[in-house]
């Protein structure tokens, strides 16, 4: 079965310091890998996707995401977070040849930016 | 939130009322979903439509009902057997080949008393 976990509920950065939010998935296959992010009462936003090719992905709003495969991760990175950054990250998974039904959504990651 | 629509915002029902939830699209998307997000618990997926006049359930669909009358809309009723109704529920859309990149509405919270 496919799953993914992001292990930490809040993450904390200063403003102008590089952020990480860690993201491990676990699926049969090559996996197709997702991050999204929502704010505050609002529907989810799609950042950027992996689903073959360069390992670094970038996406919307300066971030970027590296797949490793050994590791089984998709962590998201950003070189310099800026406070509208704040909000709740999701990252996503779906194995490959599966339907659309069987995109998993991890529980969120909550990042905040303080000035 | 780009050309999906939810209303309304903010949704309260008593107990054993069944209440539907509006979902809009105008991006032509074939697919459309329902999903359910409850506090830390990330989403589940209640239903989804691939197509008018088909649709499945998805991982937790007991208690809920939807129809895909026509192409734009995808109306999810929450039944009174819904055990735990409050949540915040958010619809989403996609092309046909590419599923993977949903564009989801702002989203109704519902609550139950």
């Known amino acids: 079965a496919q799953s993914v976990a992001q292990p930490e509920d809040q993450v904390n950065v200063a403003e102008g310091n590089p952020l990480t939010v860690k993201c491990t998935y676990s699926?049969?296959?090559?996996?197709?890998l997702f991050w999204y992010v929502q704010y505050p009462n609002r529907g989810l936003q799609f950042l950027l996707k992996y689903i073959t090719g360069d390992n670094l992905v970038k996406g919307s709003y300066g971030f970027e995401a590296e797949f490793n495969k050994s590791q089984t991760s998709f962590h998201l990175k950003k070189p310099s977070a800026l406070v509208s950054d704040s909000a709740l990250y999701f990252c996503a998974v779906r194995a490959p040849y599966s339907s659309a039904s069987k995109i998993i959504f991890g529980s969120g990651t909550r990042l905040s930016i303080r000035p | 939130d780009g050309g999906i629509t939810q209303s309304p915002k903010y949704l309260f029902r008593k107990e054993g009322q069944n209440v539907t939830l509006s979902c809009e699209q105008n991006?032509?998307?074939?697919?459309m979903y329902w999903y359910r997000q409850d506090p830390g618990q990330g989403l589940r997926l209640i239903y989804y439509s691939q197509i008018v006049n088909d649709f499945q359930k998805g991982d937790i669909a007991e208690g809920y009902s939807v129809s895909r009358e026509k192409k734009e809309s995808f109306p999810l009723t929450v039944t009174s057997a819904q055990k735990n109704p409050t949540a915040f529920y958010l619809c989403a859309s996609s092309t046909g080949d590419r599923p993977h990149e949903q564009y989801f509405g702002p989203g109704t919270r519902l609550t139950v008393t």
């Open positions: 699926v049969s296959g090559n996996p197709y």
């Open positions: 991006l032509n998307h074939d697919a």
